[in-house]
């Protein structure tokens, strides 16, 4: 049996943005898990988009616009195959995954009374906390927390005690961004259903990482943005199920989303449009599929290999620093490592590495809660892409630790 | 004749043209002679979606055969589908479900094979075989 | 006085769609009402943020991430600027006009009770109807229609008939799509505020050839899409007074937007961040910016001079077609001409002219009302930009005339 | 000695150092000197929006002249607020509200001056200005 594996150097030099220097250094791209880099294959795709067939899709007779059309459908469709998902009106274009939660959690006020309780995980994403607050100011309903442990992992024997017939919703993140850590997502599904709970997985941060066959999974909404996987701003996909999509009312009112309009009465179109008002990011739904393209040509099992290899070397390295300590070290992790060093601020060490070239991000990663947990102003976070490499990985050590002479 | 036979029919009669327009003239020639719809059978329910003219279908069944009708508001969806129903009515409708329709890609008309099509010719041979399917279900 | 005119021969060859072929033809883009063309000095912003400083934006320490935040902040200045606009904080960045119009819709659910009035134009664009039925319908407000003539002109004694105490808004678009007339905003603000009715108008069509004076207006919002202004598809912006987007709520839920979070409780950001949750659309942002320095290096005044002649041309030539019909002839009009020829069915005619090169829109263009008043089943509509030209005119002349032999 | 004094003062105390990394230990060593705010003056109401890190600043008037004290939790933050108030304490608010803050730039802290940085210096100078306002409003 042969085991592909990676080769680093010719991928490289698909990011034109690895090859610029930060400070007079080679840069150092350490913040992944906020946005990752784009291959020079994707920046062709919306070059060529542009330069040949840029044009109002949907409804439109003329070439350019029947083009663009396929195009971006096309890319729905690899979408929908990525993701092993059953049909591909169940892929809904949003601008990102804070949208497409927020279509859900707006969707939601319809069915739910006061008393009813949804459940979510203790290091969530704000993007994943702030709508559903607003939901339950909305209905009444009571949010409540699956709480963590030191390591960064949900204590699921207390799950499984919140779960209740009470439970209408059940959200949490596939993979932490503070904290790497991969949840036990199939178990919270199985679990909800069995007391009739829907369940959203916000796949932001997985999804570059791991391949997630939904149809497998069961779930019922599951979220992505194109710009953490190798694809380009302003875009992502909310996958729902098609039962659940048929009897959410629609999000935004606008042209697309309709079949008939007249100042009495608006009749919806048929999925997916219904949830795609107005003119949708045509450009960069259908770059996020050449992201796709890009990601599955190399292979995400791949990556993930390559990645979990580098997050280990990492880890190990990091912990030979005296004082480092890491914030989240579940049994079951991906791609970031948040660390602190005891008396120092996080936000002065990620200034001096940034004078080194190195990128990391510092600060409460948009999860202050987790933040509260631990009593800590933020971390330092570095999170790892398979374009990252080993000597990387040294660069950040050396820069942390001279950060430390220079900060204590 | 089998629709194989008749696309095959169709394939020749197109094979003729030497440019778009001489097609294009062909099939509004073919949309101007279309057997109309009766009246009564324009509703809502024979709409098909998903074309940005309006395209009614019905269908009847005479013996084992499946008869369809249409009519469109714009000459050149009603020469498409003047061109799916010569090739497709007056058969069985175990025979309309099997058949495909590779012939609209060689009489030149591919542009209009992808789903996402304005003029919605693939949701024309999607309803014209639901009929087929529904009908099949009523013969047994 | 030199009067700066266009260079119409330099301009073409800044857009490389232009030089394309449609079916063996030199493509002819009549269709810029939908979208228009990018210019490759736009392009080139784009391309150059993937490749050098492609990062998340606001409290990242590391160079990349402060490199895209000035991008994305000098792009929301220019905006700013251009539209002459007090703040920068009331230039909020959303996915379009769509989202623009449904964030203020959403957040009016508060403000208004059972029986208030909003009055709406006939002739507006889905995208501007359905939000305020949705509204309506949560809220109980009554929808009033200010009627239009035979020539696509809001009647003005019928709108002053209808404003009342009881009006709470008023929206209306500049320029309506589908005909081309420039609506008499000025007038429509300044009675709606003396009988304290906020204002939004629908800039969407009007952007890209009349350069609104906002602060001049005195309009209370004022919605743009960038991908109609040579800017990228996936963005635009809502202008709001400060004192109204003090009051609204925020619309989405998520990172950004929030000053804290914890599970109890979460208090929400400054503007603009409080409407701009989630990672936005960086790159488009920054394209917009761009766009807009495009078309100032151009001169909105010469462009829109331009475009008048283009469209008095292209009117005269195309009603020496016997049977043609143009549908809006109001007296201020601007770059569209939607038209039909009896007994041709709109459809026809775009399939017709595409095989000849020729990019028209054929159906109702988002504006179902307008077809129901006329009762056509839609238009062909041609729609110019500074980049179009006489023999363009010609060759859809040319087209229209061979269809017509065709067709009828 | 006037502000622009001290201005200078500062420009050439850093003109003597090569190399990012001396300016930073340099501002370090500032910053682990700073005149501490007094406990019951971290207050929210002291605390400065904007930063990436908490900076409270406290202000007082010490007959006419204006006095401030602050403190930070991360030590870089602290030496440039450090820097600012070498600049602007112990001044009268009509001065520091007319000073200008271009010795930033020269002292090679140019990439924290933009008003997006994550540092908060803009934020910071604007606070300091908003103290002199407020307490040269209470002088007259
Ligand atoms: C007048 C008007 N309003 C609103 C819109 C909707 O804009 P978008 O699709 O960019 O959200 C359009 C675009 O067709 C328009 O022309
Ligand atoms: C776990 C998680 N959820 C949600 C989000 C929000 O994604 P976006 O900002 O693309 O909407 C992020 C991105 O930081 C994330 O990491």
Known sequence: MVTKTLDIQKIRKDFPILQREVNGKPLVYLDNAATSQTPQQVIDVIVDYYQRYNANIHRGVHTLSQEATDAYEAARHKIQKHFNIAHSHEVIFTSGTTQSINLVATGFTSFLEEGDEILVSAMEHHSNIVPWQMLCERTGAILRVIPMNLDGELVMEAFHKLLSNKTKLVFCNHVSNALGTINPIKEIIDAAHKVGAAVLIDGAQAAAHIKADLQALDVDFYTVSAHKMCGPTGVGILYGKEEWLKKLPPYQGGGEMIAEVTFEKTTYADLPHKFEAGTPNICGGIAFGAALDYMNGIGLDVIARYEDELVQYATEQLLTIKGLKIYGTAAHKTSVISFNIEGIHPYDIGTIVDKLGIAVRTGHHCAQPIMDFYEIPGTVRASFSFYNTKEEVDKLVEGVKRAKDMLL | ?140
């Open chain 2, 1 to 140: 004749m089998t629709i194989k036979e008749i696309q095959e029919d169709i394939i020749d009669e197109f094979s003729m043209f030497d440019d778009w327009m001489q097609r294009y003239e062909y099939m509004i020639e073919l949309g101007k002679s279309l057997p109309l719809i009766e009246e009564q059978y324009k509703t809502d329910d024979n709409l098909i979606k998903g074309c940005q003219s309006k395209v009614w279908v019905h269908a009847e069944l005479d013996g084992d055969k499946l008869v369809f009708t249409a009519d469109s508001d714009a000459i050149i969806t009603k020469g498409i589908i003047a061109i799916l129903i010569r090739a497709f009515s007056n058969q069985k409708p175990q025979d309309i479900i099997d058949a495909d329709t590779e012939f609209i890609d060689e009489i030149g008309l591919k542009e209009h094979l992808s789903p996402t099509r304005a003029n919605g010719l693939v949701s024309m041979v999607k309803q014209l075989k639901l009929y087929a399917i529904a009908y099949q279900t009523q013969l047994k």
